[in-house]
């Protein structure tokens, strides 16, 4: 599986931005699909996940209210709909894929995900 993110960019505080992450190689639909992001300094954190099924969706506390994670199975395509942004949402955000149809838990390690994007920038300006 290759990821494709995209969609970074800059906006002020309470501003809203819509990350993609187009996928190919095998058969999306199959696969949950996760964000990560890592901010400067700072480890790898969960933001979202939803499960293959698209039935079970995960999110960080951090982001609760915020942001929205939905797919597109016909496009092979994830967003995150990220809304009321705050600077200290400013991060490279990553996708990551991983066959979980014979896994159960752990969406929100990134130990669980076997493929990765490149990232894409959010900077959120107060």
């Known amino acids: 599986v290759q990821l494709q993110a995209s969609g970074g960019g800059s906006v002020q505080a309470g501003g809203s931005l819509r990350l993609s992450c187009a996928a190919s190689g095998r058969t999306f639909s199959s696969y949950a699909m996760g964000w990560f992001r890592q901010a400067p300094g700072k480890e790898r954190e969960f933001v979202m996940a939803m499960s293959w099924r698209g039935g079970n969706t995960y999110y960080a506390d951090s982001v609760k209210g915020r942001f929205t994670i939905s797919r597109d199975n016909a496009k092979n395509t994830v967003y995150l709909q990220m809304n009321s942004l705050k600077p200290e949402d400013t991060a490279v955000y990553y996708c990551?894929?991983?066959?979980?149809?014979?896994?159960?838990?752990?969406?929100?390690?990134?130990?669980?995900?076997?493929?990765w994007g490149q990232g894409t920038l959010v900077t959120v300006s107060s």
């Open positions: 990551a894929a991983e066959d979980d149809r014979y896994k159960s838990g752990g969406y929100s390690q990134s130990s669980f995900y076997t493929y």
